[in-house]
């Protein structure tokens, strides 16, 4: 058992950048691929990026590749991430999740046993 708690969203301009953060408690997240997805109103819960156990391998969603940079502390177990250059189609719900399984299959909400309860990202233009 993990619980996962998402820190860090807001409102902010377009170019904008903001930092999310998910603390977790339980399991260590090294034990974890851990992973980022949103949710805009109306839509899917979407893949953003996602991160191996020891931080080796890096995943992104081609919408935000370039932009989001995720990243891990597993002495604090805590993962991050930066997002740069924010779009107002980046505004969302954003949820940090952890997935026992392989960080290669790891890009569908399915794969994922442990999810935060969501922080709102808006971004105006």
């Given at each position: 058992?993990?619980?996962?708690v998402?820190?860090g ?8 950048s ?6 977790a ?14 949710q805009?109103?109306?839509?899917e819960?979407?893949?953003?990026a996602?991160i191996s ?10 919408s ?13 177990n ?6 740069n250059s ?6 969302a ?17 399915e ?6 309860q ?8």
């Open positions: 058992q993990v619980q996962l998402e820190s969203g807001g409102l902010v301009q377009a170019g904008g903001l930092r999310l953060s998910c603390a408690s339980g399991r260590t997240v090294s034990s974890f691929v851990m992973g980022w997805f949103r805009a109103p109306g839509k819960r979407e893949f953003v996602r156990r020891s931080g080796s391998s890096k995943y992104y969603s081609d935000v590749k370039g932009r989001f940079t995720i990243s891990r502390d597993n002495a604090k805590t993962v991050a991430l930066q997002m924010l779009k107002p189609e980046d505004t719900v954003y949820y940090c999740a952890a997935s026992g399984g392989s960080v290669i299959t790891a890009a569908v909400p794969n994922y046993q442990y999810w935060g969501g922080t709102q990202v808006t971004v105006s233009s």
